[in-house]
């Protein structure tokens, strides 16, 4: 089953704005991270958040967590033609990373 | 360095027939994870590897689905009388320990008539 859920399901805007999705998540966690995955295929991962984080930067990329309400969000600033792909969160638990994703957001940026 | 590669990159099989897919993880990772996606869901755990042996393998769907790495190294997802109901996109990722990022193959599509 899937441990999280992205909100919003499907995404589109014009290439320079910015993108936020956002993803929810049921149980306690140790980390958060958001993947990329483009054409249904590989996965590309982006950030890892941990539990006793609550923002992180990377590039054009901002997390948030706020582990009281069981969320996460991503905010991508200037978007790109090429950040058109669908957004997966993960969480994970316990001694390894048994990693449960999130249903995704799917982006499209139109040039 | 290379990544993880999955071959075969589509397979297409008949209902009822055996099929294996193979993972090949990235150098010196010792932790293997296999995955299944279905169309427009998320990727969903089915085993995980810390070396030789399976850690975890709560997420195998039912006793049909087996897997294996033999020397640590490679892994092998068998799938015995495949159904319908089994066409997804096998995905394998590893990560150098078990705290570490898990990195993902392209993944094996896998279509079963």
């Known amino acids: 089953s899937q441990q999280g859920e992205e909100d919003p399901q499907a995404l589109s805007i014009q290439e320079g704005e910015n993108a936020t999705m956002n993803c929810s998540y049921k149980?306690?966690?140790?980390?958060l991270q958001w993947y990329r995955q483009n054409s249904g295929r590989g996965l590309v991962h982006l950030i890892l958040?941990?539990?006793?984080?609550r923002e992180k930067h990377s590039g054009r990329l901002r997390v948030t967590l706020d582990t009281s309400k069981k969320s996460s969000s991503l905010l991508i600033t200037a978007s790109r033609a090429a950040d058109t792909a669908s957004y997966f969160c993960?969480?994970?638990?316990?001694?390894?990373?048994?990693?449960?994703f999130g249903t995704g957001t799917k982006l499209q940026v139109i040039p | 360095g290379a990544g993880v590669s999955q071959t075969p990159s589509n397979k297409v099989t008949e209902k009822g027939k055996y099929v294996e897919l193979r993972c090949d993880p990235i150098?010196?990772?010792?932790?293997l994870y296999w995955y299944r996606q279905s169309l427009g869901q998320g990727p969903e755990f089915l085993i995980y590897?810390?070396?030789?042996?399976?850690?975890?393998d709560s997420g195998l769907p039912n006793d049909r689905f087996f897997a294996v790495r033999p020397e640590g190294s490679v892994s092998t997802l068998k799938i015995q009388r495949t159904e319908r109901g089994d066409s997804a996109v096998y995905l394998c990722?590893?990560?150098?320990?078990?705290?570490?990022?898990?990195?993902f193959g392209p993944g094996t599509r896998l279509l079963v008539l």
């Open positions: 993960a969480t994970d638990w316990g001694g390894y990373q048994k990693v449960t």
């Open positions: 590897f810390q070396g030789t042996g399976a850690a975890d």
């Open positions: 990722a590893s990560s150098r320990t078990a705290q570490e990022t898990q990195y």
């Open positions: 150098s010196g990772h010792t932790a």
């Open positions: 149980t306690s966690i140790n980390n």
């Open positions: 958040i941990r539990s006793n984080e």
